[in-house]
């Protein structure tokens, strides 16, 4: 069966009544594809939660499969090819945490044969893919969820809300970082072989170029390679930017540039080790992604990974909570520079006092409170949290990043018409042609 007869079929049991559908004591039914790292993490997740069964799991590498069978508290069936799950009558949901470059094709079969979806950030590697996505899920009237688990976290919903409601005031820099210090090898320089038996190298590639087998690229290093993923920027790059979005209301950016290269590490990644991306959003803010791989120092006194900086305070988001520091803020105007003047205005500043209160939050981030919301909204069939159009807009500011970088270039983005409008030649890079016989549905 090719793939457009196997969409074509599965499309029929679009027609089924949900109730008819979900598992027996109001169970939602379970099919995991992609179990390694990721995968396995978001799956411990779900078993949190008493109301629902993982009725069968998809995976390259049956140990993971193995594995996974093992943790589920059930019998699933065990595929090598998604498609084939995505047949069973038994499964209600998919979960999907494989590399990025797998994500779109999965995502739209998945809708097209009726199932829900949560699928794992980055939501795409191209700005194209997500949005077929997006119109996938609308046009099957799927119930959608994409990783980004800081929508389900309490005290990033309580910093969001603050930030959103003026609660530091104008926000002017949205800062975020992403340090670890590879120096010197980084992951490595394996040289090409032949796959090791067992590993299905072509099916692992899909629809990305054909390449020799190379170690690291299979697997979680995938990430460092541009056929696969978006390197950081994406990864953590998404959580980041979508936190920061939501926070200033804003879907989109203005505008993006962005600077960097392989500057510390030796090994045969393709993606950069150092990185600064800059977006302008409506209103007067800019946002910072700041990669670093020399130095593993905190990049600000409170080790925070986002830091919004405000007209009357700083709101530090940290791993497992946020903290508000306030501003002193004084009426005077800043005015010459000489040693007298600028001791005039110390002691104005010193003697202003506070526009807002110090104040912080913390709770657990764990995903499993994704999860759940995602199960509840399968049930109701409510929004969830993070849905796919709100996945997408967040996933889009940082691939559009990407092309900045791979470009040099300042970029001039129309978020309405997801197009570059100052450079013809950037828009080539909205997508990609797959490797045949994959195709992404017109």
Not at 32 to 52: M, P, T, Y
Not at 98 to 114: K, S
Not at 141 to 168: W, Y
Not at 372 to 384: E, I, Q
């Amino acid at each position: 069966m090719n793939r457009r007869d196997f969409v074509r079929a599965a499309a029929a049991t679009t027609a089924l009544r949900y109730q008819r559908i979900l598992g027996a004591n109001g169970r939602v039914r379970m099919g995991f594809i992609g179990l390694g790292n990721r995968g396995d993490q978001v799956l411990d997740a779900f078993l949190e939660h008493g109301d629902n069964e993982v009725t069968a799991v998809c995976d390259l590498r049956e140990d993971y499969m193995s594995f996974a069978h093992k943790k589920s508290r059930a019998n699933p069936r065990h595929f090598q090819d998604y498609r084939r799950l995505l047949e069973s009558k038994d499964v209600d949901a998919v979960v999907i945490a494989t590399p990025d470059h797998w994500h779109a094709l999965m995502a739209i079969d998945a809708c097209a044969a009726g199932k829900d979806v949560y699928v794992e950030k980055p939501l795409s590697l191209t700005v194209v893919e997500g949005r077929k996505m997006v119109q996938a899920a609308a046009r099957y009237k799927r119930v959608t969820q994409v990783g980004l688990n800081r929508r389900s976290t309490k005290f990033c919903q309580e910093a969001a809300e603050i930030v959103r409601s003026g609660g530091i005031g104008h926000v002017t820099m949205a800062a975020s970082y992403n340090i670890r210090n590879e120096y010197p090898n980084g992951i490595g320089s394996p040289p090409n072989s032949e796959p090791p038996p067992g590993v299905n190298f072509d099916l692992w590639l899909g629809p990305a170029p054909k390449v020799a087998y190379n170690a690291n690229r299979t697997f979680y290093r995938f990430r460092w390679f541009w056929d696969y993923s978006g390197g950081q920027v994406t990864n953590f790059g998404a959580h980041y930017l979508d936190m920061i979005q939501w926070s200033l209301g804003k879907d989109a950016p203005l505008a993006v540039t962005a600077i960097g290269g392989k500057y510390a590490v030796k090994d045969n990644r393709e993606v950069p080790d150092t990185v600064e991306v800059l977006w302008e959003y409506p209103g007067g803010t800019m946002a910072r992604f700041s990669q670093y791989s020399a130095n593993g120092a905190p990049a600000n006194a409170r080790n925070a990974e986002i830091e919004f900086r405000g007209t009357l305070g700083t709101l530090y988001l940290l791993g497992g909570g946020y903290e508000v520091v306030p501003e002193r803020v004084s009426e005077a105007e800043i005015y010459a520079r000489t040693p007298l003047d600028r001791e005039t205005e110390r002691g104005l500043r010193a003697g202003a006092r506070p526009r807002i209160e110090a104040r912080s939050g913390k709770s657990s981030s764990d995903t499993a409170f994704h999860a759940r919301n995602f199960l509840d909204c399968v049930k109701s069939r409510a929004k969830c949290n993070c849905d796919i159009e709100t996945g997408h807009r967040s996933t889009t500011a940082t691939i559009i990043g990407n092309i900045a970088l791979k470009l040099k270039a300042h970029l001039e983005w129309d978020a309405r018409a997801e197009r570059f409008t100052n450079h013809a030649a950037a828009n080539k890079y909205l997508h990609y042609e797959y490797r045949a016989p994959w195709k992404l549905p017109a």
